[in-house]
């Protein structure tokens, strides 16, 4: 028996204001709201209400007729789906309707809802994993609070996988995660190195043959129709069969009148013609089918373009230049102690702002250019890095941002792990710091040299430079003082 698993991504991003450099909009010193400032809302409403309209209402209305069709059937009809945390987001604030449809397709208890990462970015793809596990961490809190489940497969942004990811996720506690099935055959189940969890893989080609090939009258096999589909997947050798593609793929990428809708709703019924086949959810296949092996991959892997790789976020200057920018503001953001601009700094780490700006001409430049709303990449680019550019700026008058991190030692090269970017975020180090890390700096004059060389406040290095007598708890608590001091002075 192939079990057959159909799974579904769903996201949808949230585009800046495409006019934010040109129209001389960095760093205005007064913006009511900084959330208008930055993204369209206007344009992010009206896509994700006609994608509503032409994709997730009547694909889901699709989907709950199949499934109590078959819901007496010794087989019934499953399927799976990884909701970005930004489209559940945006459900809530432009069409609780469709929400509202999905919770219903999860309360059959046919549907298993996948985890990923909360804002669907490349945090996995950081040195410090730390904003990694937070994402997933907040995922996996508005899942539960839109269908009150906890996931157990872990599908990260775009299928990007490697050894190392595996090993995070297993650490969360998951049990099975989801990549790319370039890495080998895709119909069977594999265990990653060095892990227990189950490793599924996407099979690409028969994906493809609906995400991207359904309407092509130049495929040899137009037209896609369902009975023949049924016929590949039940002469496909293997132990399951993982189909997993864009959800937009039915009614907005391939519209209504290509028959797409048709084609769901007739397929279930088809595959159940064979004997040999079920429908399963992931969950299911990677606890009932033994790994067929160990597999390594210690490269990343993804789902992305012709390459499978990173490429098609990191494939040029202007990605990477634009990804570590704004991988360089996390600290700043989270040493802001400001909800608003943390949420504005994680919402600029999605993936689909680095996807915009990708240069490689061919097939892939087109499906970029089809999801852009630019109309170069380069333009894509300056919107880009220049609502970075203001955001860097709001946060340096905030919080005192240095010039260079101070990094906690006990000793020379004897480091700590605790790190400040800023006046505020030395504060809150300092509060958890061990005495005798304080000790050895205050000893050596660190905090003043650094007060002094990177944040470029004298004022305030005289002042530490004169608790050299300080110890213990006492220095700790002189050291708050002046501190506090100012980031009073700063708000005056």
Request: negative net charge.
């Amino acid at each position: 028996m192939t079990e057959i698993s159909f799974c579904f991504e769903v996201h949808q991003p949230l585009r800046l204001n495409k006019d934010f450099f040109w129209g001389n909009s960095p760093l205005k010193e007064v913006v009511p709201d900084l959330w208008d400032f930055y993204f369209d809302d206007a344009e992010n409403r009206r896509i994700f209400e006609r994608v509503s309209e032409k994709c997730y209402l009547p694909a889901n209305d699709v989907i709950m007729e199949c499934i109590r069709e078959l819901e007496n059937s010794d087989r019934p009809f499953m399927v799976a789906y990884s909701f970005s945390g930004v489209f559940l987001e945006q459900c809530r604030r432009y069409r609780p309707a469709v929400l509202d449809s999905f919770a219903a397709l999860v309360d059959t208890g046919n549907v298993e809802v996948l985890e990923q990462t909360y804002y669907h970015s490349l945090a996995s793809l950081y040195e410090d994993k730390q904003e990694f596990y937070e994402q997933v961490k907040m995922h996996r809190e508005a899942v539960w609070d839109a269908f009150g489940v906890r996931p157990g497969t872990f599908e990260n942004t775009e299928l990007i996988y490697s050894d190392e990811i595996a090993r995070m996720v297993e650490g969360m506690g998951y049990k099975a995660i989801f990549t790319e099935g370039v890495v080998a055959d895709p119909n069977y189940v594999y265990r990653p190195k060095g892990c227990n969890l189950a490793l599924l893989l996407r099979n690409y080609q028969l994906t493809d043959d609906i995400g991207f090939r359904f309407s092509s009258h130049s495929w040899p096999e137009y037209p896609l129709t369902a009975d023949k589909y049924a016929s590949w997947l039940a002469c496909t050798p293997g132990q399951c069969i993982n189909i997993f593609c864009d959800y937009e793929t039915f009614g907005e990428h391939q519209w209504a009148d290509t028959g797409i809708f048709e084609f769901l709703r007739r397929l279930p019924g088809e595959i159940l013609k064979y004997k040999n086949l079920k429908f399963a959810t992931p969950g299911e296949i990677a606890e009932k089918i033994a790994p067929r092996d160990e597999l390594s991959v210690v490269d990343y892997v993804s789902w992305a373009d012709l390459e499978r790789n990173t490429s098609c976020w990191l494939g040029n200057g202007l990605q990477h230049a634009c990804f570590l920018y704004q991988k360089r503001l996390e600290a700043p953001a989270k040493e802001s102690g400001n909800g608003d601009l943390l949420k504005i700094w994680r919402t600029l780490g999605l993936s689909d702002h680095l996807y915009y700006i990708f240069t490689h001409g061919g097939g892939p430049g087109e499906v970029h250019s089809y999801f852009s709303p630019y109309g170069i990449p380069y333009d894509a680019a300056v919107t880009y890095f220049s609502v970075l550019c203001d955001l860097h700026y709001r946060l340096k008058k905030q919080i005192r941002l240095a010039d260079s991190p101070f990094r906690f030692a006990v000793g020379k090269d004897q480091f700590t792990g605790r790190v400040a970017w800023s006046l505020a975020g030395l504060k809150s180090a300092i509060q958890g710091a061990d005495i005798d890390s304080l000790e050895y700096h205050n000893q050596n004059g660190d905090m003043a040299s650094w007060a002094g060389t990177s944040l470029g406040d004298e004022s305030l290095a005289k002042r530490l430079a004169g608790l050299l007598d300080s110890r213990g708890e006492q220095l700790r608590t002189e050291l708050l003082e002046t501190i506090n001091a100012a980031l009073k002075e700063d708000r005056k």
